[in-house]
């Protein structure tokens, strides 16, 4: 702990005491420990949200006990310095509480001085948790809120919803959660979040135009384009959610390409309203055995050449839902040969890293990461891409090169989920 670090905390005496035992006898952590304690936690943490023994519970108790870490520690760093934002609500009133609850008449919108909007649908309540100078924290108790985040530079808005935090910067969306059925909805209209809870190993990261539902009680997450999806306002099934890691690959499959081989791109097919298997549509009810069952019928080999973009994209996601990694593998790579300038075939390259780590290593997934961050600079994956490239490099290369990653980490997520370990790096001498 640097001397500033120190001043800035308030202790009693005896906690006092109890410090200045600790430091005697043990010294002071120096830049490499401190780095590489915080990447540890931050590695180990994501790894593991998915193991916990009762979602629900265990859930919201670590993600309370994490967000309350993090609100105390960018608290502590900027110091009481800046106002609070102020806001009013229309169509309604506060209770001293902060809570909102909204009638069959009235829909309460609450206006922060940012430029902010929260709008409560029908039956909905939500409290204002807490505001400082940089956003606030809305908690969720049931129904639907709209909600249009001003973005700025130290923009910090988090929604509670049930076991759920949603993380802001700018951005537009509809959030809804039901209690009585352990359901969360989230249809992001435009700019990016982050969802952070139960079932998913690591912060579901969004982008503008998908929709995405869990369900806890049966474990149940998807994530689709919200323009695909038929009566957008009445949310379909939800679909088990993705592995943590690759199965094993399946001994027959083509030998894979180099990642960042250039690959001559035919044209990808034209979208049509309805693909010729509706593939998307049983994905989006979540009827993900019937699309891998249907794929193996008709031969695997085939559709890997024949099937379009939108139908590879559904059986990958299919069978990483339902631990068929070897088929999603696959898929994912005749999308990347396929189509390897769309979007599609970009994220590909993503998900082919995720399912790497585990099941091939380190440097394996390293490369499919880089191939990620080099194809889509800005995209949907990119700031969890550049975080699992960091973590990556520490443990293959050390603190030295590590550091020159969180640099670059910080310059383009200064509030990313692995900031802390990169900041703690990039001391690093």
């Known amino acids: 702990m640097s001397s500033d670090e120190g001043k800035a905390l308030e202790l009693g005496p005896k906690a006092a005491q109890l410090v200045e035992l600790a430091r005697g006898s043990l010294g002071t952590m120096s830049h490499q420990q401190r780095a590489r304690g915080l990447l ?8 593991r949200r998915a193991l916990w023994l009762s979602p629900v519970r265990a859930g919201a108790l670590s993600l309370a006990v994490a967000a309350a870490g993090v609100l105390a520690v ?8 800046a106002d609070p934002l102020s806001y009013e609500v229309e169509g309604g009133t506060a209770q001293q509480d902060g809570s909102l609850e909204a009638g069959t008449s009235s829909r309460p919108k609450v206006r922060f001085s940012d430029g902010t909007e929260v709008e409560l649908a029908e039956g909905a309540r939500a409290h204002i948790a807490s505001v400082t100078g940089q956003g606030a924290r809305v908690a969720l108790d049931r129904g639907e809120v709209h909600a249009r985040v001003v973005h700025r530079s130290e923009t910090e808005w988090l929604f509670d919803a049930g076991p759920f935090v ?12 039901a209690p009585e059925d352990e359901r969360l909805d989230l249809r992001l209209e435009n700019g990016a979040v982050a969802v952070s809870g139960p079932l998913s190993g690591a ?27 038929p009566g957008a306002a009445a949310p379909p099934s939800a679909a088990p959610p993705p592995p943590e890691g690759a199965g094993v690959e399946d001994p027959g499959a083509a030998p894979a390409p180099e990642p960042g081989t250039a690959a001559a791109a035919p044209r990808e097919a034209a979208p049509a309203a309805e693909p010729k298997r509706g593939w998307a549509g049983k994905l989006a009810a979540g009827k993900l055995e019937a699309i891998v069952d249907e794929a193996q019928r008709g031969g695997l080999d085939a559709c890997f050449a024949e099937c379009s973009s939108e139908e590879l994209s559904a059986l990958a996601d299919a069978a990483r839902y339902t631990r068929r990694s070897d088929v999603a593998r696959r898929a994912l790579l005749a999308q990347r040969r396929r189509f390897p300038s769309t979007h599609r075939g ?8 995720r399912l790497a780590e585990t099941q091939e290593g380190g440097a394996a997934a390293l490369t499919w990461f880089e191939t990620y961050l080099k194809e889509a600079p800005q995209g949907a994956y990119a700031s969890e891409a550049l975080g699992r490239k960091m973590v990556i490099v520490q443990r293959l290369h050390g603190d030295a090169q590590a550091a020159i990653v969180a640099r670059e ?5 200064p509030r990313g989920t692995y900031a802390q370990a990169a900041r703690a790096l990039a001391r690093t001498p």
């Open 40 to 47: 540890r936690v931050t590695e180990r943490t994501a790894a």
């Open 74 to 81: 960018r608290g502590w760093q900027r110091g009481a310095s």
């Open 166 to 177: 949603v993380t802001v910067t700018g951005t537009a969306f509809a959030l809804a959660w």
């Open 203 to 229: 912060p579901i990261a969004l982008r503008a135009g998908q929709w995405l539902t869990v369900r806890v009680r049966t474990g149940e997450v998807i994530l689709r384009d919200l323009a695909a999806q």
């Open 346 to 353: 970009k994220e590909a390259a993503f998900l082919l890293g």
């Open 409 to 413: 980490y910080l310059r383009r997520f």
